[in-house]
């Protein structure tokens, strides 16, 4: 993945966005500057390590709204059912290295939140390096 595709992903992008009538040519000259900058981020991240990637600021984003949208479409009540069994032998609290599921992870220590849409191994929180989390789970 080079800069060979992205330069014909910013031609495609710009004739779309040329096709939009109500956009004025500084509109389409900053959102022209828009794609081709976060395709460049996005290659220059892929680009240095495909192991280190899944790390990178724009990874987590797109992953995070992917996942999220997925989510929205899933039958939370099925996948409750799921966690149910998790939760009882985790007696709710889980720690770093854990595998937990759909739902909310609140920080013991401090409080932080972070919302799951997939299945994940639980890292240290973001807001004090804590390692114990509850699991709450979205509202159905």
Not at 43 to 64: E, G, P
Not at 124 to 132: F, R
Request: proline share 1%; hydrophobic share 35%.
């Amino acid at each position: 993945m080079g800069n060979d595709f992205t330069q014909r992903f910013v031609l495609k992008a710009e004739a779309y966005l040329g096709a939009a009538s109500d956009l004025t040519k500084k509109e389409l000259t900053e959102a022209s500057a828009y794609i081709r900058h976060d395709i460049g981020e996005f290659n220059k991240d892929y680009q240095t390590s495909v192991s280190s990637f899944k790390l990178s600021a724009w990874y987590q984003a797109w992953d995070k709204i992917t996942w999220g949208a997925l989510a929205s479409i899933t039958d939370k009540t099925q996948v409750e059912w799921t966690e149910v069994g998790d939760d009882l032998q985790h007696q709710g609290r889980y720690r770093t290295g854990d595998e937990v599921g759909f739902g909310l992870l609140t920080c013991v220590r401090c409080g932080y939140q972070k919302e799951l849409f997939h299945p994940a191994i639980v890292l240290s929180c973001a807001g004090c390096d804590g390692d114990e989390f509850m699991r709450e789970s979205f509202d159905p």
